[in-house]
């Protein structure tokens, strides 16, 4: 894709700033919500539990809350999530001012978090596309800002604060994550308008699921994009469901260290984001994504051999810079070549795929860390990622990139046909 000096226009800043302060809060609960497990059990099992609750509704409703939204105004998806996790956090919030909180708690609130985030997630991403007219250049500059305010935040500034709070009361990191939702709403209902789906007659909810998952899974491209981050989540899973008894156990780290080795990789995640672009360019995105996913491959290899906590954080700041780079290139490319009125069901179900791989991978670092040893689900994590490059290099090579832009060109034939699209509704 190609640079492009247009400004974006001035609803793209309001919807930056809105999803910079909710990453914060998001940010504040990675961090504390792992620790706070680690105060009621160090069973990796029951840790693996919390962490796989949150990827469930992806499992569950994926492919339809993507069909949903698509019927849906998604400016009022977007601000309704996020008003429901404000007021579910403070259910947590509560039972631990009054020291009620367990693990099955902790469960159920991860999960119906990850149920909001599934519908205000699937409502942002094809809201985006809509804002900036299908440009492929502004789109690939504002999945940039927004990916680096998201890693700058949740990662950043998030995982310290976390832990910090944590410190002054179990409920307090609760309480700012939920005051981030409330604001993110207030600043959602502020964006403008853009044109609500088109109702499609006659056809059922099932059908039009149908028709989005089918999408993905006869486009070479699409399902590309799709099985990176799929397998990417059985591998991150993996090492995240271990990483802080990893970082405890064998690196020494306390409770202020490991935000301060989540920061890491978030510092290498801007770095990732703010290169992107250029990687696209001198590289052709789909050599430039095939070149990251074998940089996070490696990383997570040299953060399971790291003999101190020096450089495992940097293996997670390599780790960072390969996602932040893949999560501004993939996106984008997505955004520009998928039509409107399927993007809510392509987007979730290339999520869908992705977060399902999530339990697995949570519950394979439980299992293995359980039955052999603690740096076992990160050298098992750095085999998935390097094998799933291999394997995905070919889907989205610069050929095949290029091929998909041009058939979704305005001007090009392919982009109108209204037939093709009336036999993806009718399967």
Same mark, same amino acid.
């Given at each position: 894709m190609t640079s492009d000096v247009r400004k974006l226009p001035t609803g793209f800043g309001r919807l930056w700033t809105a999803q910079t302060v909710s990453s914060l809060g998001d940010g504040v609960t990675h961090a504390a919500l792992p620790l706070l497990a680690l105060t009621l059990t160090r069973d990796p099992m029951a840790l693996a539990v919390v962490t796989a609750a949150g990827t469930l509704p992806w499992l569950l409703f994926g492919v339809l809350g993507g069909a949903l939204v698509d019927r849906w105004d998604r400016r009022r998806t977007m601000w309704v999530a996020d008003t429901a996790r404000a007021v579910l956090l403070a259910i947590p919030a509560a039972a631990a001012a009054l020291d009620a909180l367990c693990i099955p708690l902790l469960a159920a609130v991860a999960f119906l978090l990850g149920l909001g985030g599934l519908f205000f997630d699937t409502a942002a991403t094809a809201y985006l596309p809509d804002l900036l007219r299908r440009d492929p250049a502004l789109l690939e500059r504002a999945n940039s800002r927004l990916r680096g305010a998201q890693t700058a935040m949740s990662g950043f500034a998030g995982p310290p604060a976390g832990s910090a709070l944590l410190a002054l009361g179990r409920a307090v990191p609760l309480l700012a994550d939920a005051m981030s939702f409330a604001l993110s709403a207030l600043l959602v209902r502020t964006l403008p308008a853009t044109p609500r789906p088109a109702p499609q007659a006659h056809e059922s909810l099932l059908r039009q699921a149908r028709a989005g998952a089918s999408y993905v899974f006869r486009d070479r491209v699409l399902l590309g994009l799709a099985l990176r981050p799929a397998v990417g989540n059985i591998a991150f899973l993996a090492v995240e469901t271990v990483l802080a008894l990893f970082a405890h156990d064998r690196l020494g780290i306390d409770t202020f260290g490991f935000g301060l080795l989540l920061t890491a990789e978030a +510092?290498? *995640?801007?770095?990732? !984001? /703010? @290169? &992107?672009?250029?990687?696209?360019?001198?590289?052709?995105? *789909?050599? &430039?994504? +095939? =070149? +990251?996913?074998?940089?996070? *491959?490696? !990383? @997570?290899?040299?953060? /399971?051999?790291?003999?101190?906590?020096?450089? &495992?954080?940097? &293996?997670?700041? $390599? =780790?960072? /810079?390969? %996602? *932040? /780079?893949? %999560? $501004?290139?993939?996106?984008?490319?997505?955004?520009?070549? $998928?039509? !409107?009125?399927? %993007?809510?069901? $392509?987007?979730?179900t290339s999520r869908m795929l992705s977060m399902c791989a999530a339990p697995i991978g949570a519950f394979l670092g439980g299992w293995l860390a359980t039955t052999h040893d603690i740096r076992t689900p990160l050298y098992a994590a750095a085999g998935l990622l390097l094998a799933m490059t291999a394997v995905t290099a070919s889907m989205t090579s610069n050929r095949r990139v290029e091929a998909a832009l041009h058939a979704a060109a305005p001007d090009h034939p392919a982009s109108k046909d209204p037939a093709q699209e009336s036999a993806l509704n009718s399967l």
């Open positions: +510092t290498g *995640g801007l770095l990732g !984001a /703010a @290169i &992107a672009s250029f990687l696209g360019r001198r590289l052709g995105t *789909g050599t &430039a994504l +095939t =070149c +990251t996913a074998a940089v996070e *491959g490696l !990383a @997570i290899l040299g953060l /399971a051999a790291a003999p101190n906590p020096y450089a &495992a954080g940097l &293996a997670l700041a $390599v =780790c960072g /810079a390969g %996602m *932040g /780079a893949t %999560m $501004v290139l993939a996106p984008s490319l997505r955004q520009a070549i $998928v039509p !409107a009125h399927l %993007m809510g069901r $392509v987007a979730s």
